[in-house]
């Protein structure tokens, strides 16, 4: 049973660039939601999609915006990086409905 | 704002110890409740779910909820070493809300 997958592991952008994450939920899930993780700090909520239709939005700025595919997968774009956006970018998959979330290795983002 | 309260700690016990770990919560309506364990320069694991006051157990885990005092904990009996972690409390429904973990160490 293949679990939650997030590509790439690491990735180092420079201010200004853009970046677009991916994430494959676990098999059987059809939610998923995105997570900023700060040193340090717990995890903060970006947003949450489910039919392919973003349906919760964490205090993120529309730099933030995301995607999800008909196969459930989904993405994060993040535009013109700031400093402050190096963090874990963590994919968490869940049933609709149902509230346990299940993280995937997340994504180590640098701005440099 | 809602808000998940915890004790940064380092919360330092002997092994075989009881571990406590303790979180708050500032919205009343909540109504999911859920303890992730964290490595270091891992992702959070899901260790615990709890939706209905009193205590639920698993192995050596036990999470207690009192939603009249807006209180959930995390109870690990006989901690060993490899429970050394950060230990993270979460919220819901829906988008989960985090407290910013307490870091748990088990001396041998």
């Known amino acids: 049973d293949a679990g939650v997958t997030q590509s790439p592991t690491h990735l180092i952008k420079t201010r200004g660039q853009q970046v677009t994450l991916r994430c494959s939920p676990k098999s059987g899930h059809d939610t998923v939601s995105w997570y900023q993780q700060a040193l340090g700090q717990g995890p903060q909520f970006i947003f949450q999609y489910y039919e392919e239709e973003e349906r919760q939005r964490g205090n993120f700025p529309d730099r933030f915006s995301g995607h999800q595919f008909p196969n459930y997968s989904s993405e994060l774009n993040v535009n013109a990086l700031w400093l402050g956006d190096s963090a874990l970018y963590l994919c968490?998959?869940?049933?609709?409905?149902?509230?346990?979330?299940?993280f995937g290795p997340g994504t180590r983002l640098t701005v440099t | 704002q809602k808000e998940v309260e915890q004790n940064s700690g380092p919360l330092s016990v002997p092994e075989g110890a009881i571990a406590s770990l303790n979180c708050t919560y500032s919205d009343r309506v909540s109504q999911s409740f859920f303890w992730y364990r964290q490595y270091s320069g891992k992702s959070p694991e899901l260790i615990m779910s709890?939706?209905?006051?009193g205590d639920k157990e698993d192995g050596r885990f036990t999470a207690q909820l009192n939603k009249a005092s807006q209180y959930v904990s995390l109870l690990i009996r006989d901690s060993q070493p490899s429970d050394s972690a950060t230990y993270l409390c979460a919220v819901g429904p829906g988008k989960l809300i985090f407290g910013q973990g307490t870091e748990l160490s088990v001396k041998p």
């Open positions: 968490a998959s869940s049933l609709w409905g149902v509230d346990e979330q299940y």
């Open positions: 709890i939706y209905s006051n």
